[in-house]
């Protein structure tokens, strides 16, 4: 058995959504360079729909696949449809990730929230802080 899913191997070597928006609505970062993987996810949003949504991953061939299905998972969708998004639902959508790799989908989904947190916070839109990660005191890279 492969290591990776086909689909998995494609959205590593065809890398959706890549790159960055200028003036984008919420910008999110996550990860740092001590554990190799770092995703920032740009969106734009138009009447609390994800218009474009862009990113830029440093890391594994497993981190750059659940940026890039990530974002075709919450592209088109409302803000609230993309704070549903779950690791889980992209591992799923990759048609699975080793074990080892399974923190890349965690940090796809923590890098949308916190971009998702950036638009409410600019735009004073009220949400519950239980519903995004805390990223400065993650256990992912300590």
């Known amino acids: 058995m492969a290591l990776y899913s086909e689909k998995v191997m494609d959205h ?3 890398p959706r959504n890549v790159g960055v928006i ?3 609505d919420g910008v999110g970062e996550v990860g740092n360079a001590k554990c ?13 729909i994800i218009e474009d949504v862009k990113f830029e ?4 061939g497993s981190a750059i696949a659940s940026s890039s299905m990530a974002t075709e998972m919450i ?7 993309a704070m549903e998004l779950t ?4 591992a799923e959508a990759l048609d699975g990730l080793p074990a080892a790799k399974l923190h890349c989908s965690v940090l796809a989904e923590e890098a949308i929230k916190k971009a ?5 916070d600019r735009n004073n839109i ?7 990660p805390d990223c400065e005191n993650c256990q992912h890279c300590h």
């Open 75 to 81: 592209k088109g969708k409302s803000i609230f449809e």
């Open 87 to 90: 690791n889980r639902a992209v």
């Open 22 to 24: 200028d003036n984008a």
């Open 57 to 60: 991953t440093f890391g594994c």
């Open 116 to 120: 998702l947190k950036d638009y409410f």
């Open 12 to 14: 590593f070597k065809n």
């Open 36 to 48: 190799g993987d770092i995703m920032k996810i740009y969106l734009k949003i138009e009447n609390n």
């Open 126 to 132: 009220p949400y519950d802080k239980k519903q995004f």
